[in-house]
């Protein structure tokens, strides 16, 4: 099983990217898909989530600016991340879930100058 996120990047504060992630090797259909960001010396925290019931929850910093969509029957999901800031910055994981197990990304950098 693997979960491929890309799209980070370095982008100046106010600029936008877009992060995607790839299953593969899940047999199972998946009835949630998450985000979550890191940096060093802190716990990975929430950023958005969204379900195969259309929930959609963001974190309180992000919502507003950030979008997650996604295919959870293709397994793939996207973040919109736009205006960011330097708050934002870390690793970003993706992680997907079904009735067995969850999974996990390896995660994709995030750098925002300002």
């Known amino acids: 099983v693997q979960l491929q996120a890309s799209g980070g990047g370095l982008v100046q504060a106010g600029e936008s990217l877009r992060l995607s992630c790839v299953a593969s090797?899940?047999?199972?259909?998946?009835?949630?898909m998450g985000w979550f960001c890191q940096v060093p010396g802190k716990q990975r925290e929430f950023v958005a989530s969204?379900?195969?019931?259309?929930?959609?929850r963001y974190a309180d910093s992000v919502t507003g600016r950030f979008t997650i969509s996604g295919d959870t029957a293709k397994k793939t999901g996207n973040l919109e991340m736009n205006n960011l800031q330097s708050d934002d910055m870390g690793v970003y994981y993706c992680?997907?879930?079904?009735?067995?197990?969850?999974?996990w990304g390896q995660g994709t950098l995030v750098t925002v100058s300002s």
């Open positions: 969204m379900t195969t019931d259309d929930i959609i």
């Open positions: 090797g899940i047999s199972y259909s998946i009835d949630y």
């Open positions: 992680a997907m879930r079904n009735s067995f197990t969850e999974y």
